[in-house]
């Protein structure tokens, strides 16, 4: 379980807080969407996650390990695998079969478990084609399909992405959240893996066992997206919008009374 206990941050001691007073639950094998307006803290969320930020105040506990310790970071980092929103920024290699193997090698993987290892991503994210391709010729949905397969060549227990569809057409949008759904159904080391992903879409939240809507660096709401979309007064005056469904009962029972 990843614990955040109380969790504020602010980028400059001087500078308003980002994110205040964060508590927060991730358990394993279930999937959470963040949502909120454009500078709510969702990125800075994020990152707190894997430690590439520390709180100012409060914690950040994954597995027992706090991220303030610095000799925890490399095991918090092997259980949280991140994939940021622009790809590019995430491709260090210069083939597609070497960026899977990256991070493996990072984590002293053995030679015959990281061949078959890259083998089995680059099937199962369609890349094989590719495999001896320059990562940076890719489109963006492949870039997109490399990320997640390097990340997840390494076995994290969390997965947790930054709108990873924002750049994407609808086919791709669609195969990458289906990937992404059938991921709390595998095991890590015995463990059941969680999805934490960000999104602006809303259509993309229905299908997340928990919903965290974040707002102004709090967490203004959240739970089962069903619950939170009751809420669709409140959503739309922060800016958000609400899947059609909802919307439409919404103004239907608006009209009948
Ligand atoms: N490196 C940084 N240094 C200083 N301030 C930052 C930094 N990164 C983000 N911020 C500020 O922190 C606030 C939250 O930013 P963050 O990127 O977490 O928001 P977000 O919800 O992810 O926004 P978006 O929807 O635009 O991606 C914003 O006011 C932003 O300007
Ligand atoms: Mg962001």
Do not use: C
């Not at 007073?21 to 994020?46: F, Q």
Request: proline share 6%; no cysteine; hydrophobic share 40%.
């Amino acid at each position: 379980m990843i614990e955040l206990e109380n969790v504020s941050f602010r980028y400059k001691s001087d500078d308003p807080w980002v994110l205040e007073s964060i508590s927060l639950e991730i358990h394993p094998g279930k999937s959470y969407v963040i949502m909120g307006p454009n500078g709510s803290g969702k990125t800075t969320l994020i990152r707190l996650l894997n430690g590439l930020l520390l709180p100012n105040d409060g914690k950040v506990i994954v597995d027992g390990m706090s991220t303030r310790e610095s000799d925890k970071l490399v095991d918090i980092r092997k259980s949280v695998g991140m994939v940021f929103q622009n790809p590019d920024n995430q491709i260090v290699s210069a083939t597609v079969e070497r960026e899977i193997a990256f991070g493996m090698e990072n984590l002293g993987v053995d030679q015959k478990t990281m061949h078959a290892q890259v083998d089995e991503m680059l099937n199962r994210f369609r890349l094989s084609p590719y495999r001896f391709q320059s990562p940076h010729y890719l489109s963006g949905g492949e870039k997109q399909r490399l990320a997640l397969a390097t990340v997840l060549a390494m076995h994290p227990h969390y997965l947790v992405l930054d709108e990873p569809t924002s750049l994407l057409d609808p086919a791709s949008r669609r195969e990458i959240l289906a990937i992404l759904g059938s991921l709390p159904a595998e095991k890590v080391d015995g463990q059941a893996m969680s999805t934490v992903f960000i999104t602006q879409f809303p259509e993309e939240t229905l299908d997340a066992d928990h919903l965290i809507i974040l707002n102004q660096g709090e967490i203004a709401l959240q739970g089962p997206p069903h619950n939170v979309y009751e809420n669709i007064d409140f959503l739309q005056e922060i800016g958000l919008e609400t899947p059609a469904r909802y919307f439409i009962s919404h103004m239907l029972k608006k009209y009948k009374t």
